[in-house]
């Protein structure tokens, strides 16, 4: 079964520090992975999308790395600051004659002053 | 360009009664999709319509429709409304249903069933 799996399900942090996301998936076969931030009570915001060929992609502070090998990608964010405070959301796409977008359970980041 | 807007944003119902929501894309962006998202789950695709025609769709029940009309604006319409139904319902635009098109999202419309 397709499935995405991110950890830690929830972290708090003190602002300015940095933090690092875990992503895993089991979707194949793989075309690419996307990292979106939802504030809450908001839609998701597309923050990357990463393609096979790609082992590292910057935003700004964030930082979203991928091992197609073994399935993992990471989203790091370094000098966190308060509006870091969100979901973040790890998303693959599955292929099968139409494809679906597979949803990770978001991991809820709070950063504290 | 305007964003993805979601009519109503707030909206409670009770059991048994049916609601439509409305979403109206990104200009210039032919495909929506529609999601459900429960406290503690992760966004469930409920479907997709792309030029008029639901091009995919989610394991939801019957009751879970939409269409989408010539201006790509899309509704979903829920029959007979259930206590687990309560939710917040989002809607996402694309130009276009391929693999590599960024989804836009609305803010949403939560709904509640007493």
């Known amino acids: 079964k397709n499935q995405v799996e991110q950890s830690p399900q929830s972290l708090i942090i003190l602002e300015g520090k940095n933090c690092t996301l875990q992503c895993n998936y089991t979707v194949s076969p793989f075309s690419n992975l996307r990292w979106y931030k939802q504030d809450t009570g908001r839609g998701p915001v597309s923050l990357t999308i990463?393609?096979?060929s790609e082992n590292t992609k910057s935003n700004g502070r964030y930082t979203a790395t991928l091992d197609a090998d073994t399935k993992q990608s990471s989203l790091h964010i370094t000098a966190s600051q308060l509006s870091d405070s969100a979901s973040y959301i790890c998303v693959v796409p599955q292929h099968y004659s139409n494809y679906q977008l597979i949803w990770g359970a978001g991991t809820k980041l709070i950063i504290k002053p | 360009k305007a964003g993805v807007t979601q009519t109503p944003r707030y909206l409670i119902k009770t059991r048994g009664q049916q609601v439509t929501l409305s979403c109206s894309p990104i200009?210039?962006?032919?495909?929506v999709s529609w999601y459900q998202q429960t406290p503690g789950q992760g966004l469930q695709f409920l479907f997709e319509?792309?030029?008029?025609?639901?091009?995919n769709k989610g394991n939801f029940p019957g009751r879970f429709s939409g269409r989408q009309f010539s201006n790509s604006r899309s509704e979903m319409n829920v029959s007979t409304l259930e206590l687990g139904d309560s939710a917040l319902y989002l809607c996402?635009?694309?130009?276009?249903?391929?693999?590599?098109?960024?989804?836009?999202f609305g803010p949403g419309t939560r709904l509640l069933v007493l």
């Open positions: 319509y792309f030029s008029e025609t639901q091009r």
């Open positions: 200009s210039g962006h032919r495909s």
């Open positions: 996402a635009s694309s130009s276009d249903p391929g693999v590599q098109e960024t989804q836009y």
């Open positions: 990463m393609t096979f």
